[in-house]
């Protein structure tokens, strides 16, 4: 397995691109621009995919991309920074990881039902990455922005939370806690194992999850240089787990046992989020920032904050689970 080429580029050039999800029943694509407050929403039809997709690529062609890339995409007004989300099976409605808590919300006609705000009472906390598992749970963690997390005591720095609905009512448990950026959230096919990064570590870890949603046998997955710091993550039917690295310029793909099979450079440092899916579940889909580069990096990296979208040699892609909040 490899990535092929690049299919196409979406210019939206966001401050920091986050959250992408593929939802297969819409063949639509969603993501988050945090700093921006911007929920982005790009159908992918067959007619689209058709256009986006064809060759030759030139100037001409790439400029009716742009602009046909431009009527298909919907962006919407957030009322704060949204750092993840994930399906349900009410209509226009995202379980959302906002910066301050938890929620229903309805995109289109902006209406929020808070479910949870258990980090509310912190200025120097927001919730970040998160991701629903096979068995309906939300998995969402929080971040630590402000404060030296050296000199907060342990339950005031980030934690990772588990979220699930039992007869009509939310539940909440603490999995983790002592977290500086909690991130790349994942599971494997058989909904068994979890992997889960603290960016800062540069390491991602993998936990035994049996079915009550309980985490042990804590075992490092993989480790990174000093500056790379793994960022959002997903995995394949395959059970391989694909990692965006931040700092790093890439993406990474490793085996379930940890062994690193390739990594596909960017020409983006800031790699943010990735996932898989397209029209036959083989498009790598990775957004990416440019939050804080600062003029003279972003001068040599003028696509930094675009979504990029890539062929992947084998049909790979997971579905995602919706949750069911009706």
Not at 77 to 82: E, F, G, M, T, V
Not at 117 to 122: A, D, I, L
């Amino acid at each position: 397995m490899q990535i092929n080429r690049l299919l196409f580029e979406i210019t939206c050039q966001n401050v920091l691109g986050e959250g992408v999800l593929w939802h297969p029943k819409e063949q639509t694509l969603y993501w988050t621009d945090i700093e921006g407050k911007s929920l982005y929403k790009c159908s992918m039809t067959q007619e689209v995919t058709q256009m986006l997709c064809a060759e030759p690529a030139n100037k001409h062609t790439t400029a009716l991309r742009e602009e046909y890339l431009h009527q298909v995409l919907q962006v919407f007004d957030l009322p704060s920074r949204l750092g993840s989300f994930a399906f349900t099976n009410s209509t226009d409605t995202l379980l959302a990881g906002f910066e301050d808590g938890l929620a229903l919300y309805n995109y289109t006609n902006n209406e929020l039902t808070w479910l949870s705000q258990q980090e509310v009472n912190s200025d120097n906390i927001r919730f970040n990455d998160g991701k629903c598992d096979h068995n309906g749970r939300y998995w969402l963690g929080s971040m630590v922005e402000k404060d030296d997390i050296k000199k907060m005591p342990i339950e005031e720095q980030g934690s990772l939370y588990s979220f699930s609905f039992e007869k009509g009512q939310l539940v909440s448990e603490r999995a983790l806690s002592g977290v500086h950026i909690s991130n790349g959230l994942c599971f494997s096919p058989n909904g068994k194992r979890m992997y889960h990064t603290d960016s800062v570590t540069h390491k991602i870890y993998q936990y035994h999850l049996d079915e009550n949603g309980r985490i042990s046998a804590k075992k490092l997955f993989a480790k990174f240089d000093k500056h790379c710091f793994p960022d959002g993550a997903c995995t394949d039917n395959q059970g391989n787990v694909w990692a965006a690295i931040w700092g790093g310029a890439c993406v990474v793909c490793f085996n379930s046992k940890g062994q690193e099979l390739f990594r596909h450079p960017l020409p983006v440092t800031q790699v943010s989020c990735l996932a898989i899916g397209g029209p036959n579940m083989n498009w790598l889909f990775v957004t990416s920032a440019h939050h804080n580069l600062g003029e003279e990096k972003r001068l040599k990296q003028p696509r930094a904050g675009n979504l990029f979208v890539y062929e992947i040699s084998d049909s790979v892609g997971v579905l995602e689970p919706q949750i069911e909040v009706s």
